[in-house]
């Protein structure tokens, strides 16, 4: 079955072009239809008041959870990250629809406005010791992580900016951008 | 960790692709806007068709109305600066706008040069006609490029016209033999590098919205369809008779711009379109697509 790469908004086509790099069959992922049709899914860097509130307007948002808790990895990166967060730091503006499944408490914008986006080499033991090389635009930082998360890469000054609890995964940076597929491979091994 | 990197900038307008850039005049229509899903706004003081009708010169909006709205979304917030006017860019700068859009909506304060955006760590985005003109632009450091349209107008006639005859272009270089290109470059007006680039990736090298003239569901979709990226909406929602539902269908529309039944869904019972202008009736000395080189 192919991947899906949820296509409602934002950077999927960056997702898709790595992933048929890799040789995976991939399915944009914008009604319930095509949800059926993949075996796991990306959400996409982009904006995630936009994603959020067409992942309500296009039933997409219950039969996600539904198919997390049957088992289907999952990856959020950055808006993708914030959408899978059970909780957000400075709380969920009223009516901003989320996922809420992965137990981690994100921070938007945490780095600051678009002046501040940046790109550093990224220590990931998980992916081997050529460390990662991560662009953060207006990026998300996770605050505090649950029991079952595994913390799986941390920024020099200790905060975390991605992990891994059981199916799924999530960065605050942009592995969609860098010509680096080894987050799209661990993904592919969830 | 280096900031403000060329990447950063084009990522930035990668995270807004697929989505609506919306013109706002008041923090309450900013809010409007990110309701109706909007993937930044654009804070300016009139809209281009109010810009139109009031004549006069045009110029950066007060950064106490924009810094308002930056306050009252957490979407992107865009600003416009006059072509050449690199003191107003360096204040949008300053308070923290997330873009600017170095604009032909306002009154251009250099005939000859554009602002160089390379020395700003604030991205850019500005309006092109043709390759030529985004080429140019992409080479003093616009980090997004625009159709320009015929803004204010409601008439989607010219956005159309700039995004074929862009993609026209850029599908022709992909034909030329590597020889042909030194000419190619002298023709377009463009350094040589970028317009081997343009011939190997088929697509510009940063992302290319439409914009100008874009008022219903269907001119967004219209608009994907002939290959954009996303879409900037100006004066066609807050000059329509329902603006939340008209944004919010305009929205829908550029995520299903290939899915005709779900585009016919979405444009039923919008209440008035904004009234358009046809483009043969405005003064050759009024057409803001003119201005900028």
């Given at each position: 079955m192919p991947v899906g790469v949820l296509a409602l908004q934002g950077a999927f086509i960056e997702h898709e072009q790595i992933l048929q790099g890799l040789g995976?069959?991939?399915v944009q992922v914008r009604l319930p239809e095509q949800l059926a049709q993949v075996e796991r899914l990306i959400i996409p860097g982009g904006e995630s008041t936009t994603i959020g509130k067409l992942l309500v307007r296009f039933d997409l948002l219950?039969?996600?959870?539904?198919?997390?808790?049957?088992?289907m990895p999952i990856w959020g990166t950055c808006a993708g990250m914030i959408l899978l967060a059970k909780e957000i730091a400075e709380g969920?503006?009223?009516?901003?629809?989320?996922?809420g499944l992965m137990d981690i408490t994100a921070r938007r914008n945490a780095f600051g406005r678009q002046v501040n986006s940046f790109e550093t080499n990224l220590n990931v033991p998980a992916l081997g010791e050529e460390p990662f090389h991560a662009v953060f635009i207006r990026a998300p930082q996770i605050d505090n992580v649950g029991a079952e998360v595994e913390t799986l890469a941390s920024l020099e000054d200790g905060r975390i900016v991605a992990a891994r609890q059981a199916k799924l995964l999530a960065t605050a940076f942009h592995p969609e951008l860098t010509g680096d597929a080894r987050f799209h491979e661990l993904f592919l091994g969830l | 960790m280096e900031t403000s990197t060329f990447t950063t900038k084009v990522g930035l307008a990668q995270m807004l692709k697929g989505g609506v850039i919306m013109d706002v005049v008041t923090p309450d229509q900013a809010k409007i806007a990110e309701e109706a899903g909007a993937v930044a706004v654009m804070a300016l003081e009139r809209v281009p068709a109010d810009i139109r009708k009031d004549g006069g010169v045009s110029r950066m909006s007060d950064p106490e109305m924009i810094q308002g709205i930056i306050e009252a979304v957490t979407i992107p917030v865009m600003?416009?600066?006059?072509?050449?006017?690199?003191?107003e860019a360096q204040i949008l700068e300053a308070i923290g706008v997330d873009y600017i859009d170095e604009s032909e909506v306002l009154t251009p304060a250099d005939e000859e040069n554009h602002t160089n955006k390379h020395n700003f760590k604030v991205p850019f985005v500005c309006g092109a006609r043709n390759l030529?003109?985004?080429?140019?632009?992409?080479?003093e450091g616009a980090a997004m490029i625009r159709t320009k349209g015929e803004a204010g107008t409601g008439n989607v006639v010219e956005a159309v016209r700039h995004a074929r005859t862009m993609f026209a272009e850029i599908r022709r270089l992909q034909t030329l033999d590597p020889d042909e290109l030194f000419v190619a470059a002298k023709n377009l007006q463009a350094p040589y590098e970028l317009v081997k680039q343009i011939a190997e990736l088929g697509r510009l090298p940063v992302v290319n919205f439409?914009?100008?003239?874009?008022?219903?569901?269907?001119?967004?979709?219209?608009?994907?369809?002939?290959?954009v990226d996303g879409v900037f909406v100006g004066s066609g929602i807050f000059k329509s008779g329902n603006p939340a539902k008209r944004a919010k269908a305009i929205v829908e529309a550029t995520?299903?711009?290939?899915?005709?039944?779900?585009?016919?869904e979405i444009s039923r019972n919008l209440g008035e379109a904004m009234v358009g202008i046809n483009i043969d009736t405005i003064p050759a000395n009024e057409l803001l697509a003119q201005r900028g080189w």
């Amino acid at each position: 079955m192919p991947v899906g790469v949820l296509a409602l908004q934002g950077a999927f086509i960056e997702h898709e072009q790595i992933l048929q790099g890799l040789g995976v069959e991939t399915v944009q992922v914008r009604l319930p239809e095509q949800l059926a049709q993949v075996e796991r899914l990306i959400i996409p860097g982009g904006e995630s008041t936009t994603i959020g509130k067409l992942l309500v307007r296009f039933d997409l948002l219950e039969p996600i959870q539904q198919r997390a808790s049957e088992g289907m990895p999952i990856w959020g990166t950055c808006a993708g990250m914030i959408l899978l967060a059970k909780e957000i730091a400075e709380g969920r503006a009223e009516g901003q629809p989320a996922l809420g499944l992965m137990d981690i408490t994100a921070r938007r914008n945490a780095f600051g406005r678009q002046v501040n986006s940046f790109e550093t080499n990224l220590n990931v033991p998980a992916l081997g010791e050529e460390p990662f090389h991560a662009v953060f635009i207006r990026a998300p930082q996770i605050d505090n992580v649950g029991a079952e998360v595994e913390t799986l890469a941390s920024l020099e000054d200790g905060r975390i900016v991605a992990a891994r609890q059981a199916k799924l995964l999530a960065t605050a940076f942009h592995p969609e951008l860098t010509g680096d597929a080894r987050f799209h491979e661990l993904f592919l091994g969830l | 960790m280096e900031t403000s990197t060329f990447t950063t900038k084009v990522g930035l307008a990668q995270m807004l692709k697929g989505g609506v850039i919306m013109d706002v005049v008041t923090p309450d229509q900013a809010k409007i806007a990110e309701e109706a899903g909007a993937v930044a706004v654009m804070a300016l003081e009139r809209v281009p068709a109010d810009i139109r009708k009031d004549g006069g010169v045009s110029r950066m909006s007060d950064p106490e109305m924009i810094q308002g709205i930056i306050e009252a979304v957490t979407i992107p917030v865009m600003a416009k600066s006059r072509i050449g006017h690199f003191v107003e860019a360096q204040i949008l700068e300053a308070i923290g706008v997330d873009y600017i859009d170095e604009s032909e909506v306002l009154t251009p304060a250099d005939e000859e040069n554009h602002t160089n955006k390379h020395n700003f760590k604030v991205p850019f985005v500005c309006g092109a006609r043709n390759l030529g003109e985004a080429l140019r632009r992409i080479t003093e450091g616009a980090a997004m490029i625009r159709t320009k349209g015929e803004a204010g107008t409601g008439n989607v006639v010219e956005a159309v016209r700039h995004a074929r005859t862009m993609f026209a272009e850029i599908r022709r270089l992909q034909t030329l033999d590597p020889d042909e290109l030194f000419v190619a470059a002298k023709n377009l007006q463009a350094p040589y590098e970028l317009v081997k680039q343009i011939a190997e990736l088929g697509r510009l090298p940063v992302v290319n919205f439409a914009a100008g003239g874009i008022a219903t569901p269907a001119d967004a979709a219209l608009m994907m369809q002939l290959g954009v990226d996303g879409v900037f909406v100006g004066s066609g929602i807050f000059k329509s008779g329902n603006p939340a539902k008209r944004a919010k269908a305009i929205v829908e529309a550029t995520t299903h711009f290939r899915d005709a039944k779900m585009l016919a869904e979405i444009s039923r019972n919008l209440g008035e379109a904004m009234v358009g202008i046809n483009i043969d009736t405005i003064p050759a000395n009024e057409l803001l697509a003119q201005r900028g080189w």
